[in-house]
């Protein structure tokens, strides 16, 4: 069975570039999540996919980060326009329902970095 | 809220010497709490995880770590390193509805396997 995939695993874009960042899940996950680790710093959610709705978002920083799960399969996080404090490595993750308790299985992050 | 305090960014051991990261988390209610490995160049894999259940976890790979609700810990310990465990550990507590939906981390332990 496949894990979290993501494309792509790594890239370098100037300031005010456009960036997108895609996830597939596990097949059959409903619950898709998006969490970020910026340099040194602790890895942070920022938001949460019930097959295609947004659940919550309260992680997402600012408005230049846009997340869309069309049909509720796979997720692209659009960054724009890119800033410096943008750089970090961006983990996708997704869990089948959600019982008492669910293990949140990780993809092996896109690392972005803003020059 | 909550929170995860990892204390020790950097731990160092010899090949065979016992594995201590120390994790303390902060919760308003009975957490959920998840111990995860980064290993070079890999996205974040479970160890294990505590649901209430057994205080006393075992994961994969040798390690176990140990539920303290006095203590407010849950420390990942491992009996033997091998050079194979050279990683960064992260602990994380589930969020207040206790359905794992969104993880809080700590800021992560590199751990070092020197001979």
């Known amino acids: 069975e496949a894990g979290v995939t993501q494309f792509p695993s790594h890239s370098v874009i100037e300031k005010g570039q456009t960036v997108t960042l895609r996830c597939d899940p596990i097949?059959?996950?409903?619950?898709l999540y998006w969490y970020r680790r910026v340099m040194g710093k602790e890895i942070k959610f920022l938001l949460h996919?019930?097959?295609?709705?947004?659940?919550?978002e309260s992680g997402m920083p600012n408005n230049r980060f846009l997340a869309e799960r069309t049909g509720g399969t796979y997720s692209t996080l659009k960054v724009q326009p890119a800033e410096l404090e943008d750089s970090g490595v961006y983990f996708c993750a997704s869990s089948h329902e959600l019982p008492s308790v669910a293990t949140i299985y990780f993809g092996e992050g896109s690392w972005l970095t803003v020059v | 809220a909550q929170s995860v305090t990892q204390l020790g960014s950097h731990v160092s051991v010899s090949e065979g010497a016992l594995v201590l990261l120390r994790c303390n988390y902060s919760s308003s209610v009975p957490p959920y709490l998840f111990w995860y490995v980064q290993y070079p160049n890999q996205g974040l894999q479970l160890l294990l995880k505590?649901?209430?259940?057994?205080?006393l976890v075992k994961g994969i790979n040798g390690f176990e770590a140990e539920f303290k609700k006095s203590e407010t810990s849950f420390h990942l310990t491992k009996p033997s390193a091998h050079m194979s465990d050279a990683a960064e550990y992260f602990c994380a507590v589930s969020d207040e509805t206790g359905t794992a939906s969104k993880l809080t981390f700590g800021t992560g332990t590199r751990l070092q396997v020197t001979l």
């Open positions: 097949s059959g996950h409903d619950n």
């Open positions: 996919f019930v097959k295609e709705s947004k659940q919550d």
């Open positions: 505590y649901t209430s259940a057994a205080t």
